[in-house]
C-alpha cells in the first residue's frame, strides 16, 4: 500500500528538485489514467530565502505559491532577523548563541534575494523562521492524513499497482544542498523543526535527506562552497551522534515553539543522509540540472512503488534503533 509523503526542498537545489518531482509524479499519474491531479497525501513544501520565488532558468513549473514558505518577509533585512533572534535568549545564553551568527554590523548581504553563498548567514535566516517552518508543517501533516486524502491514496494505489493494505506510516524526504547558503544554513533547523511539528511521532524520526554534494556545482566558482560544505557535513555527522542539544540551542528552539531530543533513538537532524555528487567512474551528469532531473526520477519512483517504500521504511526502523 503507497504512503503518504512530505518532500521539503530547502533552499534553490532543493526546490528545483521539487519542481522536476512534481513534473515526474504528474506525467506518471496521467499514464495511468488518474484524474484527481497531485494528491494531498503527497505534500510539496519549498524553504527559502527569497521572498520571491527564484530560479526561473529551471525548465519547470514553480511551486504553488502555498507550497513556498519564503523565511524573509518583504521589506526585511539582516539586521531585523539577527535583532529578533538575539531578543528572545536569556541574558546569560545570548554570549553563545551569538557566536556562529554573524555580526549584524558587518553584513550586507540582501537576504532578500537569498542568503548570498554564506552559510552561516542561511542559518540565521532558518532559525528567526523555525516557528513558521513548524506551522507550515503542520499544515501539510493535516493534509497528507486526512480520511479523505487517505481514500484518495487508496484510490491511486489500485492503479499504480500497489498492494492492498492498510495505510502506513509517512515517509519524509529533504533536499539540500551543502554547498551554499540557504540550503547548506538551513537543512538541520529545518529538520528539527518538522520532527516538532509531528508531536513526537515515531515516523518523524527516521527522516531521510538527500545532500547535493559540492561537485554538482563546479560550473559556480565561488570560494564559498568547500567551507560551506565542510560545515554542514561536521554538524550533520555530530548530530547523528547525540540526542540532546546544547543548553543554548534548546532553549534558542523552545523560544521558537519547538520541542526537540532526548529520546534514545532521537538524532539531531535527518536520521539518514545520502550525498549525491556530479559523477562517479561509469556516470558524468555533466550539469545541475541533469542531476536534480536524475534525483527528481528517482524520489518519484520511491513515492509510486509500495515496494520501495515498505523496504526503505523496514531499513529505516531495523538502522535507525540500531
Not at 500500500?1 to 521539487?18: E, Q
Not at 492492498?164 to 529545518?190: R, Y
Request: glycine share 10%; proline share 6%; hydrophobic share 40%.
Amino acid at each position: 500500500m503507497l504512503r503518504p509523503f512530505l518532500l521539503v526542498g530547502v533552499g534553490g537545489s532543493g526546490g528545483k528538485t521539487l519542481r522536476a518531482v512534481r513534473q515526474h509524479l504528474l506525467l506518471k499519474l496521467q499514464q495511468v489514467g488518474w484524474e484527481g491531479g497531485m494528491p494531498d497525501a503527497w505534500q510539496f513544501l519549498h524553504i527559502d530565502s527569497p521572498t520571491i520565488q527564484d530560479g526561473r532558468e529551471f525548465p519547470a513549473p514553480f511551486m504553488d505559491p502555498d507550497d513556498y514558505l519564503s523565511l524573509v518577509p518583504t521589506g526585511v533585512n539582516y539586521d531585523a532577523i539577527y535583532t529578533s533572534i538575539v531578543q528572545k535568549i536569556p541574558k546569560n545564553l545570548q554570549t553563545e548563541v551569538e557566536k556562529p551568527l554573524p555580526s549584524n554590523q558587518e553584513v550586507i548581504v540582501p537576504v532578500s534575494l537569498g542568503a548570498g553563498a554564506f552559510r552561516a548567514i542561511g542559518r540565521t535566516i532558518a532559525v528567526a523562521g523555525l516557528d513558521k517552518v513548524q506551522q507550515k508543517v503542520r499544515t501539510s501533516i493535516a493534509k497528507m492524513t486526512d480520511g479523505r486524502t487517505v481514500l484518495d491514496l487508496q484510490n491511486l494505489n489500485g492503479l499504480l499497482g500497489g498492494a492492498e493494505g492498510a495505510v502506513g506510516s509517512p515517509i519524509v524526504i529533504i533536499v539540500s544542498s551543502i554547498a551554499g547558503g540557504s540550503g547548506a544554513g538551513m537543512f538541520l533547523d529545518v529538520t528539527e523543526a518538522i520532527k516538532s511539528a509531528t508531536n513526537g511521532q515515531p515516523w518523524a524520526d527516521t527522516t531521510f535527506s538527500i545532500l547535493y554534494a559540492p561537485d554538482v556545482f563546479n560550473q559556480i566558482a565561488t570560494e564559498a562552497i568547500p567551507p560551506n560544505a565542510l560545515g554542514a557535513m561536521v554538524e550533520t555527522m555530530a548530530g547523528s551522534w547525540t540526542n540532546v542539544p546544547t543548553e543554548a540551542t534548546s532553549q534558542l528552539y523552545s523560544a521558537y515553539g519547538l520541542r526537540t531530543g532526548g529520546r534514545p533513538e532521537y538524532r539531531i537532524g535527518p536520521a539518514f543522509n545520502y550525498v549525491v555528487g556530479r559523477k562517479n567512474k561509469v556516470v558524468d551528469f555533466a550539469s545541475q540540472t541533469n542531476v536534480y532531473n536524475s534525483v527528481s526520477a528517482s524520489i518519484a519512483g520511491w513515492m509510486c512503488d509500495d515496494r520501495i517504500q515498505d523496504s526503505m521504511a523496514a531499513y529505516a526502523v531495523a538502522n535507525h534503533a540500531a
